[in-house]
């Protein structure tokens, strides 16, 4: 199984996505992840990247489009991959396409900008595992520490009210391109064509996760 989330910051990627690489055994790729881990590690990835992200930018389609290119390349993604956060542009999504890479299901999770400043104001991750939660809607059991490791949770730099702002404005202004894209590509009857399915992302987590399975047959 080849699936691709889509969605505003915020919307959900990262949290249905828990469930769906548990489902399927399919490694999650968050490009989100792959570039904190680097910033974390301070490579030359990591360096390059780290400004861009902390002002709520795009990382160069140069630079992401090695990155996946290689990491799909692994052998754990022989029986299919979860993208979370990939493509966000154009050129990144016809470079996946030209790459022959064929995908079963795009997901979009549609959740208007007021819910987003909410939800990432009480997000906490648990950086190694990319792991999510809410102080609200999905708290860790012990406050601030993950769940699975007992480690800390932190913030991410990018969840400041100013900086979802910007990447809000970056989702509107590039990213939700895709959804036509792909709407496109969905119904233009190739046989290649993946399956697109638009889910209502304001619902709980649960309910969001239910509906999903039906769609996905899961
Ligand atoms: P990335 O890490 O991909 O961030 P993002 O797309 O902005 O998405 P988020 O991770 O913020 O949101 P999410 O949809 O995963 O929401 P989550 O499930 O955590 O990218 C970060 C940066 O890296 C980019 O800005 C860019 O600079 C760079 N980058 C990454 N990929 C790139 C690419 N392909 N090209 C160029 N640059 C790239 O949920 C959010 C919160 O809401 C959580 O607290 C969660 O518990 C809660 N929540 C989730 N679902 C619900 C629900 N149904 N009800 C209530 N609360 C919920
Ligand atoms: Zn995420």
Same mark, same amino acid.
């Given at each position: 199984?080849?699936?691709?989330?889509?969605?505003?910051?915020?919307?959900?990627?990262?949290?249905?996505?828990?469930?769906?690489?548990?489902?399927?055994?399919?490694?999650?790729?968050?490009?989100?992840?792959?570039?904190?881990?680097?910033?974390?590690?301070?490579?030359?990835?990591?360096?390059?990247?780290?400004?861009?992200?902390?002002?709520?930018?795009?990382?160069?389609?140069?630079?992401?489009?090695?990155?996946?290119?290689?990491?799909?390349?692994?052998?754990?993604?022989?029986?299919?991959?979860?993208?979370?956060?990939? @493509?966000?542009?154009?050129?990144?999504?016809?470079?996946?396409?030209?790459?022959?890479?064929?995908?079963?299901?795009?997901?979009?999770?549609?959740?208007?900008?007021?819910?987003?400043?909410?939800?990432? !104001?009480?997000?906490?991750?648990?950086?190694?595992?990319?792991?999510?939660? +809410?102080?609200?809607? !999905?708290?860790?059991?012990?406050?601030?520490?993950?769940?699975?490791?007992?480690?800390?949770?932190?913030?991410?730099?990018?969840?400041?009210?100013?900086?979802?702002?910007?990447?809000?404005?970056?989702? +509107?202004?590039?990213? !939700?391109?895709?959804?036509?894209?792909?709407?496109?590509?969905?119904? !233009?009857?190739?046989?290649?064509? @993946?399956?697109?399915? *638009?889910?209502?992302?304001?619902?709980?987590?649960?309910?969001?996760? *239910?509906?999903?399975?039906? *769609?996905?047959?899961?």
């Amino acid at each position: 199984m080849r699936l691709i989330l889509l969605g505003a910051p915020g919307a959900g990627k990262g949290t249905q996505a828990q469930f769906i690489r548990e489902y399927y055994g399919i490694p999650q790729i968050s490009t989100g992840d792959m570039l904190r881990t680097a910033v974390q590690a301070g490579t030359p990835l990591g360096l390059a990247a780290k400004q861009v992200m902390e002002s709520g930018g795009l990382v160069s389609d140069e630079i992401i489009i090695g990155l996946v290119r290689d990491r799909i390349q692994a052998a754990d993604c022989a029986k299919g991959f979860l993208f979370d956060g990939f @493509p966000r542009t154009l050129p990144q999504a016809e470079a996946l396409k030209k790459a022959g890479v064929a995908l079963d299901v795009v997901v979009e999770f549609q959740v208007p900008d007021e819910d987003i400043i909410e939800r990432l !104001s009480g997000r906490r991750i648990h950086l190694n595992s990319g792991r999510v939660y +809410h102080v609200r809607h !999905s708290p860790p059991r012990t406050p601030d520490r993950d769940d699975v490791t007992g480690e800390p949770l932190i913030q991410r730099e990018d969840d400041r009210t100013d900086i979802i702002r910007k990447r809000l404005a970056v989702y +509107h202004a590039q990213t !939700s391109l895709l959804v036509a894209y792909y709407s496109d590509w969905a119904t !233009s009857g190739e046989t290649q064509a @993946p399956r697109l399915i *638009q889910v209502d992302g304001t619902r709980p987590v649960e309910e969001v996760r *239910q509906v999903l399975r039906a *769609q996905l047959g899961a």
